[in-house]
């Protein structure tokens, strides 16, 4: 399983140890893979019927949960954009108002 992923036969290029093995273990025990990396395992989510949630899905739950409020979600998200780790939406916001049920399913 872990060959198959690693060498993508959805985007035709060879992906990232990481990936390939959080996929592998989604697949292998019905998980569901938590990954901002979208062009690495989009299609692959979407061919294998694989679960799928962003760091965004996760503090959204979060917030919806009362576990932390909509200001310290936004304080962790600039904290992880100033690591370059959640690709192109500069606000929480943003990834809210564009998030897909097709890309991401929670």
């Known amino acids: 399983m872990f060959y198959k992923f690693?060498?993508?036969?959805?985007?035709?290029?060879i992906i990232e140890n990481g990936e390939a093995s959080a996929l592998a273990l989604a697949k292998i025990y019905d998980g569901i893979l938590a990954s901002n990396n979208s062009r690495d395992v989009a299609l692959t989510v979407k061919a294998e019927n694989i679960p799928w949630i962003k760091t965004g899905d996760i503090l959204e739950y979060a917030i919806d949960s009362q576990l932390i409020t909509f200001k310290e979600a936004n304080k962790l998200w600039?904290?992880?954009?100033d690591k370059e780790t959640l690709g192109n939406y500069k606000t929480l916001t943003e990834y809210l108002e564009h998030k897909t049920d097709i890309m991401t399913r929670f």
């Not at 690693?6 to 290029?13: P, R």
Request: hydrophobic share 35%.
């Open 6 to 13: 690693k060498h993508n036969i959805y985007i035709k290029e």
């Open 78 to 81: 600039k904290e992880m954009l």
